[in-house]
Nanobody
């Protein structure tokens, strides 16, 4: 059974940093694409960042230069480092992984950017 367990959400002031972790069990992340999505109230879930199996990364325009996705093979964990957070980054963030069995999601973690 695949589980993606996120941690690191919370309340942060504008301009502040936050770091998410997504620990995977039941799947090995290294050969597959992993990503972070977010969903703000009243909006559709959107892709924030993705790291492909070969190591290439993709970022939504709204987070380029502020967010960094990375992974640790030894820990089978994916990270999202978020800097310069803005109120519009407030959302529930989800870890996502796709392997040959399908598409898997974490439980979601709330980020609120507010002073």
């Amino acid at each position: 059974q695949v589980q993606l367990v996120e941690s690191g959400g919370g309340l942060v002031q504008p301009g502040g940093p936050l770091r998410f972790s997504c620990a995977a069990s039941g799947m090995i992340i290294s050969p597959y694409d992993m990503g972070w999505y977010r969903q703000a109230p009243g909006k559709q879930r959107e892709l924030v960042a993705k790291i492909l199996s070969g190591g290439s990364t993709y970022y939504a325009d709204s987070v380029k230069g502020r967010f960094t996705i990375s992974r640790d093979y030894a820990k089978n964990t994916v990270y999202l480092q978020m800097n310069g957070l803005k109120p519009e980054d407030t959302a529930v963030y989800y870890c996502n992984g796709v392997d040959f069995r399908g598409n898997f999601w974490g439980q979601g973690t709330q980020v609120t950017v507010s002073s």
